[in-house]
Structure formats: structure tokens, C-alpha cells
DNA sequence: ACCCTTTATCGTAAAAATACGATAAAGGGT
DNA sequence: ACCCTTTATCGTATTTTTACGATAAAGGGT
């Protein structure tokens, strides 16, 4: 099996989301009514260097885009790539599901 | 910020899924109509340690379950934590919706 | 009882992720 | 023009992940 670029690009989202300061992160960007700014720093107890670090993880994913705003730079969620995840995994899902089915037609108890 | 055992559990479960080669064994999965076997190994080019290694990871995770079954051991997909996942990625998507909708009502263009 | 297949685990090396402080670049305010 | 705030990037140390071969444990077949 010579990796499926579906399976790569599910990868990238998934492990991008795959720390858990970086779902505090978009969690904090959904509640806040303002999606903006870096002073995700106050809010998350790690240094602002690591936050920026995360915030890039995001950023090279497409999970979330920048927009620069003077000195201030303001980040928001990406709504497309989350659907793109949720679909990636429904695919899965409905794969199993049918799978799942098949076997049990074909095995009746 | 105290690290939400919320966020901890979905990092989990995307941590356990961010590498191209547990999707690829996950899909492989679903498409077995027997949902079983480490035979995983023969389809995805990579050693037999490693393949049970990341079968290892997704186990752990609860994305999978392990039978024993005589000498070999088959896996298969759980459902329920991929319902979880989704329901982690939907949360995060409809906060940001009403986040996003509420910004808009207060701020009439 | 013997061997052979299957597969988890161990030991280990190499690569990537994570975190930090320090620094630099870019803009705003006065 | 100056300084001050904001924030990305650099350098670096530590930890984790990833991959492999070798080994061991467990069962099936004859």
C-alpha cells in the first residue's frame, strides 16, 4: 500500500489537533466573540514563544488563518478544513458500517 | 487556562489518528469485509513490529479492539470514540457558528 | 512432542515534537 | 525620532515518536 494522499491529508488535520493545548487554542478562538489576537498567551499558561509555535502548527494545517492587524495579529478559525475532517471520518465510519453489513448478510445468524 | 479534560480526550483521539499509516490501517479495516488480522503487515510496506506498534497506539486510543483468536489476533473498529471525535469537531464548528453569529447581530454593517 | 506460524514486546537508533528564553522585526503612540 | 508593545523566529535542550531487527510467547497442525 503506497500511502493514499486522503490518508495524508486526514493525517495533517488530525495531528495538528493532536495536542492538547492546541484544541484549548481553537476552542478559546471559537468563544471568543472577537476571534482575535494573540493574547491566547494570558490564557494558557505556556510561554509566548510556545503559543506562537502552536498557533503556526494551526496556521501550515489551514485549521485556522492570520490576519495581520497592525502590531496585532488576529487569528480565526477555518470552518472548511473541520468539515473536511468530519467527512474524512464519516468515511470511515459508513466504510465500517457497510462492511459490517455485508458480513452479516452473508452470514445470516 | 487548566488543560480541559475535554481537550485532553479529543487530542487523544486526533493524536491517535495523526499518522498516515494508522489512517491507512483504519481504512483498511473498514474495508475488510472479515474486519480482522494482522495481515495488516502485508499491505502497508512497513515492518511487522511496527505495523503492531501503531495498531498498539490505536488501541490504546479505543479506536479499535482486539480478539484473540488462536494464534492470531483480530482487529476491529470501534465505533463509538469515532462518534466522539465527530461530536469533538462539532462542537468546536457550532461554537464558533454562534461566536460568529452573535459578533454579526451586535455589529450590523 | 515437534515445528511452524503469528504477533506482541524489547532494545535501540534516528527523527520529530515540544517547550523555553532571547532576539528581531514591525507598528502604534507621543 | 523615540520608545514600547506585540509577536514571529532562532537556537537549543528534552521528550516523544517512529522505525527496525531480534526475541519470546502462544497456538495450531501433523
Redesign the interface.
Known amino acids: 500500500?503506497?500511502?493514499?494522499p486522503r490518508?495524508?491529508e486526514?493525517?495533517k488535520l488530525?495531528?495538528?489537533?493532536?495536542?492538547?493545548?492546541?484544541?484549548?487554542i481553537?476552542?478559546?478562538?471559537?468563544?471568543?466573540?472577537?476571534?482575535c489576537c494573540g493574547d491566547v498567551t494570558t490564557?494558557?499558561?505556556l510561554a509566548q514563544s510556545t503559543v506562537s509555535q502552536h498557533l503556526k502548527v494551526l496556521l501550515e494545517a489551514g485549521l485556522i488563518e492570520r490576519k495581520g492587524q497592525g502590531t496585532k495579529n488576529c487569528y480565526s478559525?477555518c470552518?472548511e478544513p473541520?468539515?473536511q475532517?468530519?467527512a474524512g471520518?464519516?468515511q470511515?465510519?459508513s466504510?465500517?458500517r457497510t462492511?459490517?453489513q455485508?458480513?452479516k448478510a452473508?452470514t445470516p445468524s
Open positions: 500500500m503506497r500511502s493514499d490518508d495524508e486526514l493525517a488530525t495531528r495538528a489537533l493532536g495536542h492538547p493545548a492546541r484544541v484549548a481553537l476552542r478559546y478562538l471559537t468563544q471568543q466573540k472577537t476571534p490564557c494558557i499558561d478559525i470552518v473541520f468539515e475532517l468530519k471520518i464519516d470511515i465510519l466504510d465500517h462492511a459490517t455485508k458480513q452473508s
